[in-house]
């Protein structure tokens, strides 16, 4: 079992940024990657940045691409998204999630073995 553990969350301005980070534990070493997903009220819960756990490459979604950095510590089992020029579209609970194994696919939940509890940020207009 590995456990996730999200923090960094608040609330914030429109333009202003957000550090989150997801302290991993547990069996971490059969992690092969590592994502945040947010869900905001009455929407479905939507994938934000991937990170690949061994080799470190990144993907992300449109919606937040050239204002989060996903990045991860290897050596202290840590994923963080780094958030900047935030919108109140932002808005939402953000979970970290994790995997053991490999495949093709990363933006859905279903793909996901393990789940943080969810941070809240708040984006203020």
């Known amino acids: 079992q590995v456990r996730l553990v999200e923090s960094g969350g608040g609330l914030v301005q429109a333009g202003g940024s957000l550090r989150l980070s997801c302290a991993a534990s547990?069996?971490?070493?059969?992690?092969?990657?590592m994502t945040w997903f947010r869900q905001a009220p009455g929407k479905e819960r939507e994938f934000i940045a991937t990170?690949?756990?061994?080799?470190?490459?990144?993907n992300y979604a449109d919606s937040v691409k050239d204002r989060f950095t996903i990045s991860r510590d290897n050596a202290k089992n840590t994923m963080i998204l780094q958030m900047n020029s935030l919108k109140p579209e932002d808005t939402a609970v953000y979970y970290c999630?994790?995997?053991?194994?490999?495949?093709?696919?990363?933006?859905?939940?279903?793909?996901?073995?393990?789940w943080g509890q969810g941070t809240q940020v708040t984006v203020s207009s």
């Open positions: 999630a994790a995997r053991d194994g490999y495949g093709s696919g990363y933006t859905t939940p279903l793909e996901y073995d393990y």
């Open positions: 990170i690949s756990w061994s080799i470190g490459s990144t």
């Open positions: 547990g069996r971490t070493f059969t992690v092969s990657r």
